[in-house]
């Protein structure tokens, strides 16, 4: 050939044989790729709050009980006794050492007396402190019982005044406005790849495995109309933290494979992935507020609640972060192949560009220059 090169041979590859070589060196293989957000990313918030359906809501609370049974111990006043002997032995026989004469030791009685009637009024305190921890005991549960029941009746009395309100209301109960900000890691997962087509298509799994966190802050602004209910849900005003970690089922993809000079290239489809946390931010902050005694009698769970959430923002509040994925192409470079044959060297690309992945060896430059040498 010109130019200082000169062919030796062709060699044709078949994209069939390509893709069953590639197919036997993915078999059973998994590919991960790590995806760092950086800094993450932050996004305005805002949603609705819908009225509950009046046939959901449960207005009725758990038994109120006694919460502890009370008891005096009285096994911890232990009364102790001084059962010395205060007799003093006079005289004594020689022959078998027993006690002819005694008296009574009045200072030992003395001091006996005294030590007894001590334990003695240890003992009684004890007794009648175990008493007085009872009825204490006894008192706190009463008063705890009675504000038990006190509250239950007062839900019961809210919960229903709020289902006769929310019956054929179409308005929604509560805006959210706020922001968001997500950041972390994503690991999307390659697995099952197969070439297929004569290798013009790829097909596997992608499994996204998320590790997120998101943090934010709501505002709750209630509808005009509610009353009482609206000053009870502006206690919902709160910052919130959701972990997003939970693995998403594997996604069937479908590449197209295209040719890219000396090696291959697959475009893969862009998708919609919904990460979801175990919770979102309205059950978070509603379930926070609960805690703190807001409860503002809606006769639904947090859980429930938060399945109200709609507008633009509806799924993200239900802790669903919808995300757009748009991966990359994954490239397949084809290696060169070389050959030295009396001391001349040969080499040669691949040209994807045709039915077959050719290659077409030539003699290097250098090669040449020092055969002319």
Same mark, same amino acid.
């Given at each position: ?21 590639? #197919? ?11 995806? =760092? ?18 046939? @959901? ?10 919460? &502890?049974?009370?008891?005096?111990? !009285? ?6 006794? =001084? ?10 026989? %020689? ?30 305190? /004890? ?13 706190? $549960? ?23 309100? !929310?019956?054929?209301?179409?308005? +929604?109960?509560?805006? !959210? ?5 997500? $950041? ?25 495995? %998320? ?12 509808? %005009? ?6 000053? /009870? ?6 910052? !919130? ?6 693995? @998403?089922? +594997? ?8 040719? #890219? ?12 992935? %919904? ?22 009698? *809606?006769?639904? &769970? ?5 399945? *109200?959430?709609?507008?633009? =923002?509806?799924?993200? *509040?239900? $802790? ?14 084809? +290696? ?14 691949? =040209? ?22």
């Amino acid at each position: 050939g010109g130019g200082g090169q000169s062919g030796l041979a062709v060699i044709e590859i078949s994209r069939d044989a390509l893709a069953e070589a590639f #197919n036997l060196a993915t078999a059973g293989r998994r590919f991960a790729v790590s995806l =760092d957000t950086g800094a993450g990313f932050t996004r305005p918030v805002a949603g609705t709050l819908q009225a509950p359906d009046p046939a @959901q809501m449960s207005c009725e609370t758990p038994d109120c009980a006694l919460q &502890t049974e009370c008891r005096a111990d !009285f096994s911890r006043c232990q009364r102790k006794q =001084d059962i010395r002997d205060c007799t003093t032995c006079l005289f004594s026989n %020689p022959l078998n050492d027993r006690c002819v004469s005694e008296r009574i030791d009045t200072a030992c009685e003395d001091r006996k007396a005294r030590l007894n009637a001590s334990y003695a009024s240890s003992w009684e305190a /004890c007794m009648a402190r175990e008493e007085r921890s009872k009825r204490d005991c006894d008192l706190r $549960g009463q008063a705890a019982l009675q504000y038990c029941q006190q509250r239950a009746e007062r839900y019961r009395s809210d919960c229903e005044a709020n289902a006769r309100k !929310f019956a054929n209301r179409e308005a +929604p109960l509560v805006r !959210f406005l706020g922001q968001a900000h997500t $950041g972390g890691t994503l690991s999307a997962v390659y697995s099952e790849l197969r070439a297929v087509k004569g290798m013009e298509q790829v097909k596997g799994l992608l499994s996204i495995e %998320p590790s997120l966190t998101m943090t934010g802050t709501l505002r709750a602004d209630p509808a %005009p109309d509610l009353g009482s209910l609206g000053d /009870c849900i502006v206690g919902w005003d709160a910052d !919130f933290q959701i972990e997003i970690e939970q693995p @998403q089922l +594997p996604r069937r993809l479908v590449g197209n494979v295209q040719s #890219n000079g000396e090696g291959l290239a697959v475009s893969w489809p862009g998708l919609t992935l %919904p990460l979801s946390a175990e919770r979102g931010p309205i059950e978070a902050i509603i379930a926070g507020s609960r805690q703190a005694g807001a409860d503002c009698a *809606l006769g639904l &769970t947090p859980t429930q609640l938060a399945e *109200l959430s709609t507008g633009e =923002d509806g799924l993200l *509040l239900q $802790g669903v972060l919808p995300l757009d994925l748009q991966l990359e192409r994954s490239y397949m470079a084809l +290696p060169r192949v070389s050959a030295a044959i009396d001391g001349r060297r040969f080499t040669a690309s691949a =040209d994807s560009t045709g039915q077959h992945i050719r290659f077409e060896l030539r003699e290097s430059d250098s090669s040449s220059a020092t055969a002319r040498n």
